[in-house]
């Protein structure tokens, strides 16, 4: 997976993170189900990219998270997340200096 590939699977990841949020109190089990095997799809392929990139252990909570859909996992997640795609987005702008 290239740099490029690697960088919109984790904002991927994000998006999936903001809409399960947004969706978690309206009752509708279908699509929440369906965003938590989405965000566990995209968690999983990125797994081994994450472990190398953090030394936190956030990708646990996430885990639990896409398994339970319990949002009190998710918020340490998605601020480590900001933090590598921030990461990023800085190593892309001095590249491009």
């Given at each position: 997976?290239?740099?490029?590939?690697?960088?919109?699977?984790?904002?991927?990841?994000?998006?999936?993170?903001?809409?399960?949020?947004?969706?978690?109190?309206?009752?509708?089990?279908?699509?929440?189900?369906?965003?938590?095997?989405?965000?566990?799809?995209?968690?999983?392929?990125?797994?081994?990219?994450?472990?190398?990139r953090?030394?936190?252990?956030?990708?646990?909570?996430?885990?639990?998270?896409?398994?339970?859909?319990?949002?009190?996992?998710?918020?340490?997640?998605r601020?480590?997340?900001?933090?590598?795609?921030?990461?990023?987005?800085?190593?892309?702008?001095?590249?491009?200096?």
């Amino acid at each position: 997976m290239t740099d490029k590939e690697i960088r919109a699977k984790l904002r991927e990841l994000d998006r999936l993170y903001a809409e399960h949020a947004n969706n978690q109190g309206q009752g509708d089990f279908e699509m929440q189900n369906k965003l938590r095997i989405e965000l566990l799809d995209s968690f999983l392929a990125l797994k081994p990219y994450l472990k190398k990139r953090t030394k936190l252990q956030w990708y646990e909570p996430t885990y639990n998270y896409a398994i339970t859909g319990n949002l009190e996992y998710i918020e340490a997640a998605r601020e480590d997340l900001a933090h590598i795609l921030g990461q990023d987005a800085d190593s892309d702008s001095s590249e491009k200096a």
